[in-house]
């Protein structure tokens, strides 16, 4: 798969960023803080309300992170309402927002750590957005050297 292939054009890549990305980003010395501050070098995050939400939510109930950095992280990812709901592949309910709004928003990636309902659709693309954890993205970059690997 050519993951990385496709960050070498920054000006047509986006990489949407589901719930679970924004909450573990919050965390203290996040390593998914850090893949997302590689990425924005690539490219353009973004995400949806609907991610955002359940991030908030789960941050304010799990008392995980820092609301203060996940705050300031919003403010250098792009959330957008775009939203498709006829999608080609079957997923959970709860997962069509997420995925809907990756293939709404034209984003090429869709980076995701939920294992549980993606790990499936990992390295594949559904209608123009690959699917990836960010352990398969940040291997692709370090393959690519666009990250070193510790």
Request: glycine fraction near 6%; aromatic fraction near 8%.
């Given at each position: 798969?050519?993951?990385?292939?496709?960050?070498?054009?920054?000006?047509?890549?986006?990489?949407?960023?589901?719930?679970?990305?924004?909450?573990?980003?919050?965390?203290?010395?996040?390593?998914?803080?850090?893949?997302?501050?590689?990425?924005?070098?690539?490219?353009?995050?973004?995400?949806?309300?609907?991610?955002?939400?359940?991030?908030?939510?789960?941050?304010?109930?799990?008392?995980?992170?820092?609301?203060?950095?996940?705050?300031?992280?919003?403010?250098?990812?792009?959330?957008?309402?775009?939203?498709?709901?006829?999608l080609p592949v079957t997923i959970k309910s709860?997962?069509?927002?997420?995925?809907?709004?990756?293939?709404?928003?034209?984003?090429?990636?869709?980076?995701?750590?939920?294992?549980?309902?993606?790990?499936?659709?990992?390295?594949?693309?559904?209608?123009?957005?690959?699917?990836v954890s960010p352990k398969l993205f940040a291997?692709?970059?370090?393959?690519?050297?666009?990250?070193?690997?510790?």
């Open positions: 798969m050519k993951v990385v292939a496709k960050l070498q054009s920054k000006s047509r890549v986006k990489i949407f960023l589901d719930a679970n990305i924004l909450f573990s980003a919050a965390a203290p010395k996040s390593n998914v803080a850090k893949l997302i501050n590689i990425a924005q070098h690539y490219g353009q995050c973004v995400t949806s309300p609907y991610a955002v939400e359940e991030a908030r939510k789960n941050l304010k109930l799990k008392k995980f992170g820092s609301l203060e950095v996940f705050e300031l992280l919003l403010t250098k990812v792009t959330t957008s309402n775009k939203l498709v709901l006829n709860k997962d069509i927002p997420i995925l809907g709004s990756a293939i709404a928003q034209k984003c090429t990636y869709l980076l995701t750590g939920d294992k549980r309902d993606f790990s499936f659709l990992f390295g594949k693309t559904v209608a123009g957005v690959t699917i291997e692709e970059l370090v393959t690519k050297g666009l990250l070193k690997k510790k």
